[in-house]
């Protein structure tokens, strides 16, 4: 391989710190930023993305509304069957193939453990579905599972992008709504420093969701969020003209 051409970027120390802690995980420093820049690699054609989280948080409901364009009152009216072991689809989205693993939430300690590999093995993105209305509730169990997550991620998936989808915002009211959200996410931040997690608060990717009445948007803008560097399509269209090739 050709010595490539290297030039110097000033950033800020923040930045610079989170670019040392990523180097002590080993991945390449160009990897991590292209990584963190949403610019995935090209020659991939199907692009896997693994849903995982607690059972009935809305993994499956997420995976329906989006991809095979279910209507989402119905699903609410109606639910799907809960998901049994590892669901595998295919779906066209814009110009990227991808393939879909859909987990059982009521078998989430096994993909964390003895069977991470077939979970996380080759995923691009992984998308951790929690349902909102039940964090008080499980919250000690659902801060494990997402520290388990990350590092099965680490371990078997190192370079897939990590989001976090705080799903069901429906069923908080709407007057504390933006301050409960927030609230939710510093409680998680808190427990990844605690658990040695810093550099992942940063990765980490939030996203608030729901498929109930107009807030289906949040899901729709989320869901293209998470797929849209794959997409040639989308970057093009995002790159200001001047500057395509
Ligand atoms: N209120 C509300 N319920 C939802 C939402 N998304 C899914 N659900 C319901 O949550 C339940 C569990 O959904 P499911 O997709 O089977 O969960 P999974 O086990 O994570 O796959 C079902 O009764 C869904 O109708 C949402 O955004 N808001
Ligand atoms: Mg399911």
């Known amino acids: 391989m050709t010595e490539e051409e290297k030039v110097s970027i000033e950033v800020s120390k923040k930045v610079a710190e989170l670019i040392d802690a990523n180097k002590e995980e080993g991945e390449p420093t160009d990897a991590f930023l292209m990584r963190m820049l949403g610019i995935a690699n090209e020659d991939e054609s199907i692009r896997r993305i ?36 590892i669901e595998n689809y295919t779906y066209n989205w814009l110009d990227v193939s991808a393939g879909v693993a859909d987990s059982a939430g009521q078998e989430i300690e096994r993909w964390l453990g003895l069977d991470q590999e077939q979970a996380f093995g080759e995923s691009d993105s992984i998308i951790f579905v929690m349902d909102i209305s039940q964090f008080d509730k499980f919250k000690d169990q659902i801060l494990e599972d997402l520290i388990e997550a990350l590092n099965s991620k680490s371990l078997v998936a190192p ?41 992942d608060m940063i990765l980490l990717k939030y996203y ?15 869901m293209r969020s998470v797929l849209y560097s794959y997409s040639k399509i989308m970057r093009r269209a995002l790159i200001p003209y001047s500057m395509r090739l």
């Not at 608030?208 to 989320?222: A, R």
Request: a negative charge; charged letters at 30%.
């Open 50 to 85: 693994l849903f995982i989280g607690p059972p009935a948080a809305g993994k499956s409901t997420i995976r329906s509304v989006f991809f095979e364009d279910s209507s989402p009152q119905t699903l609410i009216d109606d639910p799907l069957e809960p998901t049994r072991g």
């Open 159 to 199: 370079k897939a992008q990590f989001n976090v989808f705080l799903h069901k915002i429906d069923l908080i009211d709407e007057d504390i709504r933006e301050e409960r959200l927030s609230e939710i996410k510093t409680i998680i931040n808190t427990n990844l420093k605690e658990h040695d997690h810093k550099a």
């Open 208 to 222: 608030y969701t729901s498929i109930k009445g107009e807030l289906i948007l949040s899901l729709v803008k989320s």
